[in-house]
């Protein structure tokens, strides 16, 4: 895709401090919410890239907020990095500051920019390339949730309230399904039905946080597979990225969200629903990735709970897929038409290849200690 005009582009480059003359950009990554392009700037003899970000302000209402979030979080994690003797610019997001000295740029139109450094020499992958990109993934995302046990969680704003609450999903799903605003409701009963057998099980994870029996942590919230870097030559993971969604949350909701996009054998939008399922041998590493990374910092009764969190994660995502696809495709970026009924599909084919595996998706969590 060649260079694109996207609201202000050239206003918000302007006014963030990238180094060098602005060459070109283009739109980059597969995300479902933000605009993101790469930037290239010529700076001397050099070419320097460049991650350049409009906020989705329709979703993330508080940008500003949002943007405290990222750059406490990422300046503790720099800290923690530094002192073990890590790369700070690579391991960790850095945001690039605006010429005002904020942390983001709002143009004329109130539309948020943020720029970040581009880490070099990684990829991020949609699906996984084999069990090592899952054991990675689940390590780093364990690490993340060890080194943030210690960041002050009243400090984040919950930039989504009840994101991963799955029984509110719920209930506004039912909503969209009584409202109906595009009459699709008709075309779908299948779906809703399959969703609303699940209602009673929503609740569970929730429950257990109430009763004090899960802990409260600080959590990414959005941990596919395309949220980790992943290093070029090693394969190893370098940095967890995507950090809009952190706040206060349960550590199954990142398991599970990871599970459920990574552990698939196929893509979250296929439309071949014989090529869905889960994958035990991607399930097992990415547990074993995650248990590992969190050492200490993981209860038993949360491990006991980890394939509730990825049933849960992958319902609730269908579920949100259902209700836009029922309001009209009004949230989840679009490609084609039915895209968010195909998403939907997959994660329930995925939640009902769940349930046949239960007994050993359950051994497997119990063989990490
Ligand atoms: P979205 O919210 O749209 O998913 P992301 O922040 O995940 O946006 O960015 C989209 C893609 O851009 C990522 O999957 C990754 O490939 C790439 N990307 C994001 N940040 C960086 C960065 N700092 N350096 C290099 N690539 C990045
Ligand atoms: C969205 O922006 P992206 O693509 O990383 C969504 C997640 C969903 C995901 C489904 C803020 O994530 O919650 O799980 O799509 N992010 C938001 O792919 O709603
Ligand atoms: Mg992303």
């Given at each position: 895709?060649?260079?694109?005009?996207?609201?202000?582009?050239?206003?918000?480059?302007?006014?963030?401090?990238?180094?060098?003359?602005?060459?070109?950009?283009?739109?980059?990554?597969?995300?479902?919410?933000?605009?993101?392009?790469?930037?290239?700037?010529?700076?001397?003899?050099?070419?320097?890239?460049?991650?350049?970000?409009?906020?989705?302000?329709?979703?993330?209402?508080?940008?500003?907020?949002?943007?405290?979030?990222?750059?406490?979080?990422?300046?503790?994690?720099?800290?923690?990095?530094?002192?073990?003797?890590?790369?700070?610019?690579?391991?960790?997001?850095?945001?690039?500051?605006?010429?005002?000295?904020?942390?983001?740029?709002?143009?004329?139109?109130?539309?948020?920019?943020?720029?970040?450094?581009?880490?070099?020499?990684?990829?991020?992958?949609?699906?996984?390339?084999?069990?090592?990109?899952?054991?990675?993934?689940?390590?780093?995302?364990?690490?993340?949730?060890?080194?943030?046990?210690?960041?002050?969680?009243?400090?984040?704003?919950?930039?989504?309230?009840n994101?991963h609450n799955t029984p509110v999903r719920m209930n506004n799903f039912k909503q969209a399904v009584a409202e109906d605003v595009k009459n699709r409701a008709q075309l779908v009963k299948e779906e809703i039905a399959f969703a609303l057998e699940r209602e009673a099980e929503c609740g569970t994870?929730?429950?257990?946080?109430?009763?004090?029996?899960?802990?409260?942590?600080?959590?990414?919230?959005?941990?596919?597979?395309?949220?980790?870097?992943?290093?070029?030559?090693?394969?190893?993971?370098?940095?967890?990225?995507?950090?809009?969604?952190?706040?206060?949350?349960?550590?199954?909701?990142?398991?599970?969200?990871?599970?459920r996009?990574?552990?698939n054998?196929?893509?979250e939008d296929e439309t071949?629903l014989?090529?869905v399922?889960?994958?035990?041998?991607?399930?097992?590493?990415?547990?074993?990735?995650?248990?590992?990374?969190?050492?200490?910092?993981?209860?038993?009764?949360?491990?006991?709970?980890?394939?509730?969190?990825?049933k849960l994660m992958t319902l609730e995502c269908g579920i949100r897929f259902l209700a836009d696809y029922l309001q009209g495709d009004i949230y989840f970026?679009t490609?084609r038409e039915n895209h968010n009924l195909d998403r939907a599909r997959t994660q329930f084919a995925l939640v009902a290849d769940m349930e046949t595996?239960?007994?050993?998706?359950?051994?497997?969590?119990?063989?990490?200690?």
């Amino acid at each position: 895709m060649g260079n694109e005009q996207c609201g202000k582009i050239e206003e918000a480059i302007q006014n963030l401090s990238f180094a060098g003359a602005p060459v070109s950009w283009e739109r980059y990554g597969s995300g479902h919410i933000n605009d993101t392009f790469r930037l290239i700037c010529k700076d001397g003899e050099k070419d320097r890239q460049y991650i350049l970000q409009r906020i989705n302000h329709h979703v993330f209402k508080d940008p500003v907020s949002l943007m405290a979030n990222i750059a406490g979080v990422t300046a503790f994690l720099r800290e923690k990095i530094e002192a073990s003797g890590g790369d700070s610019e690579r391991e960790t997001l850095n945001i690039i500051k605006a010429k005002d000295g904020k942390d983001y740029y709002q143009d004329s139109d109130g539309n948020t920019w943020r720029g970040y450094y581009f880490i070099e020499g990684a990829l991020t992958y949609d699906q996984a390339r084999s069990p090592e990109d899952l054991y990675q993934s689940g390590k780093a995302f364990g690490e993340f949730k060890r080194l943030l046990a210690e960041y002050p969680a009243d400090r984040l704003t919950e930039t989504i309230p009840n994101f991963h609450n799955t029984p509110v999903r719920m209930n506004n799903f039912k909503q969209a399904v009584a409202e109906d605003v595009k009459n699709r409701a008709q075309l779908v009963k299948e779906e809703i039905a399959f969703a609303l057998e699940r209602e009673a099980e929503c609740g569970t994870l929730i429950q257990m946080l109430q009763e004090g029996r899960l802990p409260l942590c600080v959590t990414h919230n959005d941990t596919k597979l395309n949220n980790i870097m992943l290093d070029d030559q090693t394969g190893e993971a370098v940095c967890v990225i995507d950090l809009d969604t952190i706040m206060p949350g349960l550590s199954l909701f990142d398991y599970g969200d990871a599970i459920r996009f990574g552990a698939n054998t196929a893509k979250e939008d296929e439309t071949d629903l014989s090529k869905v399922s889960l994958s035990l041998p991607l399930f097992n590493m990415y547990t074993r990735g995650y248990i590992e990374g969190c050492r200490e910092s993981i209860t038993p009764e949360e491990r006991e709970m980890l394939p509730m969190g990825a049933k849960l994660m992958t319902l609730e995502c269908g579920i949100r897929f259902l209700a836009d696809y029922l309001q009209g495709d009004i949230y989840f970026h679009t490609a084609r038409e039915n895209h968010n009924l195909d998403r939907a599909r997959t994660q329930f084919a995925l939640v009902a290849d769940m349930e046949t595996k239960w007994e050993e998706m359950k051994f497997i969590v119990q063989k990490y200690k």
